[in-house]
């Protein structure tokens, strides 16, 4: 997987597509998850660093 940045408009139509898989699976993605996946997609979040937030989040919250 490349690390270079993608274009904000390619970020945006994968967050779209993502956000609307997510809905048509009876998931409502909240304001969190949104940044979060915006974050992983433009790079500036690793997927283990996504994965502490989430334990943050959920285990030691």
């Known amino acids: 997987?490349?690390?270079?940045?993608?274009?904000k408009t390619v970020n945006d139509q994968r967050l779209a597509l993502i956000e609307k898989s997510a809905a048509l699976a009876g998931h409502q993605p909240n304001a969190d998850t949104t940044d979060r996946t915006r974050r992983i997609l433009d790079g500036t979040l690793s997927a283990e660093a996504a994965y502490a937030e989430l334990d943050t989040k959920y285990v030691a919250g």
């Open 1 to 7: 997987m490349s690390t270079a940045p993608t274009p």
